[in-house]
């Protein structure tokens, strides 16, 4: 195991919620980096967030926003959820300015109905 | 913008036999290049890490290679076992545009069945 947690595993919401999920990094992380993996797909980037600002974002619309918090721990949020949202949402904890290695969580299994 | 394409998308294999995962990318300006493991409805598993400088690395029966000129990966796994089912995703890691980040770049992965 990684040491990175995610919370809740699932989520069931319908269409124009939304979502807050949870993620806490690995002891000694700075870092969080956010992907969305779609049925059948190789997870997409979100965002990650240092130093409790975004520094990168994905090819993702302005719903899907992100908070970092000083012990590192990091927020996604979703508005007005889609039913494309649908998707198992992984979080990757890393040290900045050491190996960049990410460590992934057993990630939040969304549906959207 | 890096492209991961992963080739089979699936293979079947008996037991025992010996067999080959491809991984190709676009970009050979890479931080390090990881493969990971997935069971169904299951999060990521990380098998091998080579990072840019290093050509292999080993973990007991598998063994994973990186040519980064070519935009090559492979991972080879040894005498197959039922087990070893799931699918297989490799992702290269890269800084993003002014260095103000790194993130993964994945490809769809290889559907592994191992058969008894």
């Known amino acids: 195991e990684t040491g990175v947690t995610q919370s809740p595993t699932h989520l069931i919401k319908t269409r124009g919620q939304q979502v807050t999920l949870r993620c806490s990094s690995q002891?000694?992380?700075?870092?969080v980096s956010w992907y969305q993996q779609a049925l059948g797909q190789g997870p997409q980037f979100i965002f990650q967030?240092?130093?409790?600002?975004?520094?990168g974002r994905g090819n993702f619309p302005p719903r899907f926003s992100g908070l970092q918090f000083p012990n590192y721990s990091s927020e996604l949020n979703v508005n007005a959820l889609e039913l494309d949202d649908s998707a198992l949402y992984l979080c990757?904890?890393?040290?900045?300015?050491?190996?960049?290695?990410?460590?992934f969580g057993p990630g939040t299994r969304l549906l959207v109905l | 913008k890096q492209e991961v394409t992963q080739i089979p998308a699936a293979l079947s294999v008996p037991e025992g036999e010996n067999l080959v995962l491809n991984c190709s990318f676009t970009?050979?300006?890479?931080?390090?290049l990881q493969w990971f493991r997935q069971d169904p409805g299951k999060g990521l598993t990380s098998l091998l890490l080579?990072?840019?400088?290093?050509r292999e690395q080993t973990s007991g029966r598998l063994n994973a290679s990186l040519d980064k000129s070519s935009g090559r990966s492979t991972l080879y796994i040894a005498a197959s076992q039922p087990g070893d089912s799931a699918t297989y995703l490799c992702?290269?890691?890269?800084?993003?545009?002014?260095?103000?980040?790194?993130?993964?770049?994945f490809g769809k992965g290889t559907l592994l069945t191992v058969n008894p």
């Open positions: 990757a904890s890393s040290f900045r300015g050491g190996s960049e290695t990410q460590y």
């Open positions: 002891s000694g992380h700075n870092t």
């Open positions: 967030y240092y130093r409790e600002e975004e520094n």
């Open positions: 970009d050979s300006a890479i931080y390090n």
């Open positions: 080579i990072q840019s400088s290093q």
């Open positions: 992702a290269t890691l890269q800084e993003g545009s002014g260095g103000s980040n790194y993130k993964l770049t």
